[in-house]
């Protein structure tokens, strides 16, 4: 049964209410710490895609103050499901900026584990948001996204990933680690992010990001600021998570 939901984040930011309004209103700035890969027409009545692959989710702009207020509606699905979003930008002393999200619509029969989903989501994307102000401001990055649902295969599909990184034990926010995926370079870095399900990675040229989703989809969503070309590093992850035992 469908059911109405509401969504609401806050976080601080140390960059410029003009910084933040470039990462959250246009395509680029998104693909910098956002999931998919963005493109917004800017003005109420734009378009907005995220794809995923090949295919784009889309929706409309409704909103559309700069360095204020951004927001966005997708279309209404058979089963009355749609979802909204709304940003609203808030400068603050010393060149701070409060940023409030709002998601709202309708979801599905399994509402409640979406809901969760969503909220722990926005947790990690909006750390991530930060990262990239504080870290790479004024840089776009190029997206990796890669996925495998089911992959637990009868084991913890979060140990699986981990065991696939070359993770012995537990991690910490603020522990250097070394991942090691088979196939790919040895990624160097400190854990900023680590919450049941997610474990963040920064280095010195990247945003990497590790996602249990629901139906047990293991997602690798990384911020790639200098390297290879997306396109061969996207399907280097792809083939990765496809191994996984």
Do not use: C
């Not at 969504?7 to 910098?32: F, H, N, Y």
């Not at 399900?197 to 997602?219: P, S």
């Amino acid at each position: 049964m469908a059911h109405e939901f509401e969504l609401r984040k806050q976080v601080t930011l140390e960059a410029t209410p003009e910084q933040v309004w470039e990462a959250i209103a246009t395509g680029p700035g998104l693909d910098s710490w956002f999931m998919g890969r963005n493109e917004i027409e800017p003005g109420v009545g734009g378009t907005t895609r995220q794809y995923f692959g090949d295919f784009p989710v889309e929706a409309t702009v409704t909103a559309w103050e700069p360095a204020e207020r951004f927001a966005f509606r997708g279309a209404e699905g058979p089963d009355g499901t749609f979802m909204a979003f709304e940003f609203l930008v808030e400068g603050r002393d010393q060149g701070s900026t409060v940023l409030r999200l709002v998601q709202s619509g309708v979801l599905g029969d399994d509402w409640e584990a979406e809901y969760d989903a969503l909220r722990r989501g926005w947790d990690l994307y909006l750390h991530t948001l930060g990262q990239y102000l504080a870290h790479f401001p004024g840089r776009h990055a190029k997206v990796v996204f890669a996925a495998r649902p089911d992959a637990g295969g009868g084991e913890p599909a979060w140990d699986v990933l981990s065991r696939g990184l070359g993770l012995t034990g537990p991690v910490e926010r603020g522990d250097r680690v070394r991942l090691t995926p088979e196939g790919l370079d040895p990624i160097d870095g400190v854990a900023d992010y680590v919450a049941p399900g997610f474990l963040g990675v920064r280095t010195g040229d990247a945003l990497y990001r590790f996602i249990l989703g629901m139906g047990d989809t293991l997602v690798a969503g990384h911020h790639i600021f200098a390297g290879a070309a997306p396109e061969d590093t996207e399907q280097a992850w792809q083939t990765w998570l496809a191994k996984l035992a």
